[in-house]
Every structure is written in structure tokens, then in C-alpha cells.
């Protein structure tokens, strides 16, 4: 099930007792959440009726003591548990999850929420699942395709329409950064004007070309030490409209992936992408990304502020910095 499947279901009155909201896309998590959230929390009992519990600090025993409680002045309550599935979480917590899933069946006051970035569909927990409870794709698009539909699915949420061929623009000028496309649907629906359909041309007026390709030749420069064509590469971005929070934002999930290669952890992508990151993790040692995600904060805080430098010298600064 998809998310727009799951507004549908959720608008027609149907609550299931257990969700697992898997993938590696955050946005669609949260949107998902939010959307269960809304149906299953009474208005101003959310306080009393949902728990939020991380995966790496939770007991079997303390998540059963959870779903089983009552809910207070509401029919359910909301159970969320993160990340069931991280290499720190405790193993008798993913075993005890189809228990869990399956007594929730023949209940009513509980809903359940389990949320998992990367989860490996062949375990037990996982499969647990299964109607009638359901598993939600959070997957990151993975092409232009569906980077456009969820670009006319997003344009329909905010109330706007898109002519044909702006959708595949936009997938085109800002790539698979749904939170970005959010925004710059947001921006050309503003300069369409109310109840008027957006066309390519607001797309070209209101959005930045902040596509994938760009920004991969920024990291790959950074990452393999071209500290000239990384300045050089930077400037276009900028001057092309690119906002200074958003490269900062894709250079640290970048170097998060380089240091979670390092510490011998996985990432997601293709097969050739793993091998570049790979290579690229192996030119920094393990205090030097540290430092680089240190660096990375400090820029931030800067963009936010706390400096006098304009945004472009200091991410300038920046990537001097993490190439060098």
C-alpha cells in the first residue's frame, strides 16, 4: 500500500490495527504518520494517548505494557515504535513484534505504528504485517516517473493542478528531494494565481534546477578530493538559483553516508553508487568525518545567523574544507 492509498482507506472510515510505515523516505513517513495520527487521536487527548517509543531503548516487555494500556477519554490510543530494526535495538524486541501485531487483531483501542528505514523483508516481524494489518511503502522514488507522480499527487494535496508536462519538469529540475518538490510546488502554485492550472513555464519562473546530477557532481567532487572543480561546481549551483540551506543539507547527508560506509555500515542505491561512495569513504578517516560533519553543523548554525559571512563564502569555506 501506498500513501495515497492509505489517506483513501483512512478517509473511508477503515483503521487497521497495526502499521508498518517502511522506507527511506522521511517525508513520507512523517506524512503518513500524521495521517494516522489525525484519525486515530482523539482532538486534545494526544497527550494522554500516544506513545513514542525508540527502538534501541524499548523492551519487549515495555512495548506490550504499552499496547495493552487503555486509552484515557478516547476509544484508541496511538502506539509508535521506531526502528525496531537498528543494529543497537534489542533482538527479543523484533521476536516479540508478531506476538504483539497478532494479539492487537482482536482489540480495538490500540493502534500500533512501526516505522523502519530499511527493514529486511524476509524476518519474521516484517512479514507479521500482513492484513489485517499492512505494511506502507516509504520508499524513496526511484526514477523520473515516479518522481513525477508524486508530484501530481503533492500538486492535488495543495488544491493545485499541473498541466501536462510540468510534472516531468519537475522531477527533472529538482530529483527525487520530495521535500524541495513540496516547496517548489508550493512556490508555482502562488505564481499561477488562485484556480489557475500550473504550466511548464511557472515551473521554469518558480523552481531552481537543484536536479540529482548537479548535486552528485558536487559530492563526487568533494568526496574525491577536486576541491577546484567542487568551488567551480558550487558557484553554478548558486548562481542558478540553488538555496544555500539545501546544498548544505545534501553535503551532510552525504558525508552521513561516507561515515556510516566507514564505520562498515550500508547505504542504499545502486549498485555503482555504492562502489563510488565506497571509494570516496575510504579517502577520510574516521575523526577527519567526524570533524567534516562538526564543520557541517558549524556552517549551519552560520546560515541560521550566528556569522557575519554571506551564505556563499561560507559554504565556499565549507567545501574547501571537506575536500581538502
Request: aromatic residues 2%; glycine residues 8%.
Amino acid at each position: 500500500m501506498n500513501l495515497d492509498e492509505l489517506a483513501a482507506e483512512l478517509r473511508a472510515g477503515t483503521v487497521r490495527p497495526a502499521y508498518l510505515l517502511a522506507g527511506d523516505e522521511l517525508l513520507l513517513r512523517d506524512d503518513a504518520l500524521a495521517l494516522l495520527r489525525e484519525t486515530v487521536v482523539a482532538p486534545g487527548t494526544a497527550d494522554f494517548n500516544t506513545d513514542r517509543l525508540a527502538g534501541d531503548k524499548t523492551s519487549s516487555a515495555a512495548l506490550k505494557d504499552s499496547v495493552r494500556a487503555l486509552p484515557v477519554m478516547a476509544s484508541r490510543r496511538l502506539v509508535v515504535l521506531e526502528e525496531p530494526d537498528r543494529e543497537r535495538s534489542r533482538e527479543g524486541l523484533r521476536a516479540a513484534l508478531p506476538e504483539v501485531v497478532q494479539e492487537l487483531v482482536a482489540q480495538e483501542q490500540t493502534v500500533l505504528v512501526v516505522t523502519a528505514a530499511q527493514p529486511d523483508r524476509r524476518t519474521k516481524w516484517v512479514k507479521a504485517f500482513a492484513a489485517p494489518a499492512v505494511s506502507i511503502d516509504c520508499s524513496a522514488p526511484r526514477n523520473a516517473r515516479q518522481i513525477a507522480a508524486f508530484a501530481r499527487s503533492e500538486a492535488e494535496r495543495q488544491g493545485a493542478q499541473l498541466e501536462p508536462g510540468a510534472a516531468e519538469l519537475l522531477a527533472e529540475r529538482v530529483g527525487p528531494k520530495l521535500l524541495v518538490l513540496r516547496q517548489e510546488i508550493a512556490k508555482a502554485s502562488l505564481l499561477a494565481g488562485p484556480g489557475v492550472r500550473i504550466e511548464r513555464h511557472h515551473v521554469e519562473e518558480a523552481s531552481c534546477d537543484v536536479a540529482e546530477a548537479p548535486i552528485w557532481d558536487l559530492t563526487d567532487a568533494i568526496g574525491e578530493g577536486r576541491a577546484g572543480d567542487a568551488l567551480a561546481t558550487l558557484g553554478r549551483l548558486l548562481a542558478g538559483g540553488a538555496a544555500p540551506p539545501l546544498l548544505l543539507g545534501s553535503l551532510a547527508a552525504h558525508f552521513r553516508k561516507l561515515a556510516r560506509l566507514r564505520g562498515g555500515g550500508k547505504v542504499p542505491g545502486p549498485p555503482f553508487v555504492q562502489r563510488k561512495l565506497s571509494g570516496q569513504a575510504r579517502r577520510y578517516t574516521a575523526p577527519r568525518l567526524v570533524r567534516c560533519l562538526k564543520a557541517i553543523h558549524q556552517a549551519d548554525l552560520a546560515l541560521k545567523g550566528q556569522s557575519a559571512l554571506k551564505p556563499s563564502l561560507t559554504l565556499e569555506r565549507l567545501v574547501l574544507g571537506l575536500a581538502a
